[in-house]
């Protein structure tokens, strides 16, 4: 309960950040834009719409999850805000947990709004059908915003915002470049510490690559075995946020205000 | 929080550790399968070491971040800017740049092609020959990475070897492994068009009755299907077309023709010549022309490189580009001086050869030189080392100062 | 009684590791706050009051030591549904109303919506706030920000209030009326630790007070005890010039009309020897009274000797 009205009030105030409604503006707008690529075959024209549209929502989402994330506990202390609630029979960790959910939701309405606009634009350029498909490419971009936030969070329980913005924007690059990682773990012509640097990397750095389904979504191309890998990545995300929420948890029990 | 509740929240947390990574060891096989990147094609990533082309930092920021696709359209927009301004050497790595960040755009693949082997023209709009090889070895680079969409082997077999190059036998090669995944129906209907200028009549009447059986089939699931029908009609006329000129070739090869070709090579001036001559062939016929390098040979489609030869000069004049024979006569002037880039004639020797098919010529002309040319003759250039085909051709040996 | 706030060797050290020296914010602090009593906590800035209420939160959590609310150990969740805490400059949610900001921390209390709601009224109308009750925050004043503090601080009825720096900000009127209200929880039962440098205030309202400088605590006690220790102010007439210069060797004479001394006596002690000097002389006593010091002096001289 006491979880749940922290989290309505991290939404509240969450969603009326102005940065975060300039952040949703300028995603429309450049959904908008990609119809303006008029000079080319209807499949062309999809396609662009199609991966313009996911990639900008996926942009946004990650702008949002970040700038949300690395502010979640940090405002509160510089506003002392924190104060007054942990003086109240608040658990720490429903306080955490609050706030994480509360980002969580702000993060699901904007990307609900986006897609709408989204998926409109599609249906207008596909002879009026709905591509459900786009909405998988959606789903994906989710769950690689929670396992995002979670990292963000648990940053901001022991840095700075600016320093956190840096340490989250590196951990994200590092699991985009999973293909990478993979190959450098595997390859038998390098020593085993560059080797063994690169598995621990690879299998022990949120891989955020494995979300990448837009190429096939955008194309029509359907991936073997696709419910199976969606269910994994989504598991993957909740298991490994889960295990970021518990060090915050556990973390942020001992830290002194 | 009690001191036991935090080992035990410490130890769930260590524990779904290894839950983590044994769920990325499964991803990662099938992540593998449908995502383009940095390990797609090892022969594109070592092709790149030598062209290497430099990515303005934003698009590699883009790619960083899963946003292949966006940055891959943002340089198709550009490839066309290209295109349009006339920098055509821009375009090659382009469109390997882009085919390499998201293998699976389809138009890519095809325009792009296209825009190769068709549109690097010189100032007389004459495609850049040189250009062929790297076109078909991009198609077929899509195809690879596509392999079940019909319309890159389609393009592939018709627009590239069919129409531009004149090989009919590869281009039926194409075009029939199109035929394995569900093409438009007018594919089957070239197939039939490409047995007929390969000389094989037999083969040609059975892909029609092929295109009928399909065309009727398709009336018969849905009778609104216009394409069809269509399909069905075209076909048939076609069939009744080549039944009767069957017939009446019968026996072309007791109305024999001595065409008489003659040729001759002016000089003009540096780089501009002439063409002259005469072939006793009814009017629209065509004659063929190539002028290359003497130790000209069209590159292994195996063991070529992106970069077109600079030093290499081949002007290729084929099908519908060919000189037009009116009255007997033919003629056409080159004045290659504006364009030494794409014919820059450096090898000291070369080869002009001129030759009339009478397969590839339009079926009227063939009424009298029969498909195979069995009806012509020729008393100096009568050429029969094609098999199935009797050409007329005449090779003339030029030098640098012939050009200069 | 039992006590409302009991600490035994409270001590916290925090590692610098900039300065590598341990900074002592707070050294074995030991104190008692009774039930239903007004204590007044003091100190310099930095004397570590903040760190010392901190850690009676549980928002701290103390080197060594221990401390008690409520015969609970501080920091108990269940302690909290008890006591509450108005911060100094608190903040809360712009973006909230008044009744907002009320029934936010109604709900952290599990309160049912129908007490938050019965509970914020009144108490918006006893901090002066019903009428704005629905701006939002961003368009509150500071002494408006201060009321709604202090009526978040009662929304559970605690029986320890817990207030640092209750009065900053305010006019007089308003700060008068924080003293009445104070009072008047006293007079409820209620125990209120205050922390405040409005040393006229504290004068006013408490029962015990302790000054802290430096992490350590150099007194407490009652007020009363400590104003008035030892402080003696005797009338006397017809002395010696003989006498009174040896009683201005330990006290202060001033004097006045008709030949009548007053003499100032700081030390107790000297009291009696100040009487024997007077009857020794044939002088006359004309009054013997305590003397209240103003809490002022007190708390100077104090840190001065601590810093000493």
Known sequence: MTTLTIARNTFGEAIRKKILLICLLVAMAMIAFAVSFASFTMREELTIIKSFGLGVIAIAGMFMAVILGINLIPQEMERKTIYTILSKPVRRYEFLLGKFFGALATILVSLAVMTVAFMLMVFFKNHYVVDFAMLKGIVMIFFQLLLLTAVALIFSVFTTPVVNFFMTSAVYIIGSLADVTESMSHGTDKNVLVRGFYMIVHYLTPQFANFFTQNPLIHGIVIKNEAVYYSWNILYAIVYSSILLIVAILVFERRDM | ?404 | MAAAVKTENLTKTYKNIMKREPVNAVSNLNLEVNEGEIFGFLGPNGAGKTTTIKMLLGLVYPTSGNAWILDKPAGDIEVKQQISYLPETPYFYDYMSGSEVLQFYGRLFGMNETTIEKKSMELLKTVGLYQDRYKRLSDYSKGMLQRIGIAQALINDPKLLIFDEPTTGLDPIAHSEIRDLILRLRDEGKSIFLCSHQLSDVEMVCDRVAILNRGVMLKTGHLDDLLLAGHFEIQAEKLSADVLGKINGFATCVDSACDIVVIDVEDGDKVDQTVDLIRGCHGRILSINPKRRALEDLFVEIIREGNK
């Open chain 2, 1 to 404: 929080m009690k001191l036991s509740t935090r080992i035990t929240l410490a130890v769930l947390a260590v524990l779904l550790i290894p839950v983590v990574v044994g769920l990325q060891t499964r991803i990662d096989p099938m992540r593998k399968e449908f995502q383009p990147g940095h390990g797609v094609s090892s022969v594109v990533v070592k092709d790149m070491k030598n062209n290497p082309v430099v990515l303005p930092s934003q698009f590699v920021a883009g790619t960083l971040i899963g946003m292949q696709e966006v940055v891959a359209g943002l340089l198709w927009v550009r490839t066309d800017e290209f295109f349009h301004s006339g920098n055509y050497e821009a375009i090659v790595p382009m469109v390997r740049m882009i085919t390499w960040l998201d293998p699976h755009q389809i138009d890519v693949y095809s325009v792009g092609a296209w825009h190769l082997d068709y549109n690097f023209v010189d100032s007389s709009q004459r495609a850049d020959h040189r250009y062929f090889i790297p076109a078909v070895k991009f198609l077929e680079e899509g195809v690879k990475n596509n392999p079940d969409i019909p319309d890159l082997y389609f393009d592939l077999g018709f627009v590239h070897y069919f129409l531009k190059a004149q090989d009919f036998k590869t281009a039926n090669y194409w075009m029939e492994k199109s035929t394995e995944h569900n093409p438009a129906l007018y594919a089957y209907r070239e197939i039939a068009h490409d047995y007929e200028k390969q000389g094989d009549i037999d083969a040609c009447i059975a892909q029609w009755q092929k295109c009928i059986e399909i065309g009727r089939k398709g009336m018969e699931e849905n009778p609104n299907d216009s394409l069809a029908k269509n399909h069905y009609q075209v076909s048939k006329r076609n069939l009744d077309e080549l039944l009767v000129r069957r017939v009446q070739r019968a026996d072309i090869g007791k109305r024999m023709k001595s065409v008489d070709f003659q040729v001759e090579f002016h000089k003009d001036g540096p780089r501009v010549f002439e063409v002259d001559g005469k072939i006793n062939l009814p009017d629209s016929s065509r004659i063929n022309l190539t002028l290359t390098d003497d130790n000209y040979k069209e590159p292994d489609l195996k063991t070529f490189s992106w970069q077109v030869p600079p030093d290499v000069t081949a002007l290729w004049e084929t099908g519908i580009h060919g000189i037009s024979i009116q009255k007997g006569k033919f003629h056409r002037k080159y004045d290659l001086s504006k364009d030494i880039k794409q014919y820059p004639f450096k090898s000291g020797k070369y080869t002009l050869t001129m030759w009339f098919n009478p397969l590839t010529a339009t079926p009227d002309i063939q009424d009298v030189t029969g498909w195979h040319g069995e009806a012509i003759t020729d008393p100096r250039y009568l050429d029969t080392s094609t098999p199935g085909v009797r050409m007329v051709k005449k090779v003339i040996h030029l030098t640098q100062k012939d050009i200069l």
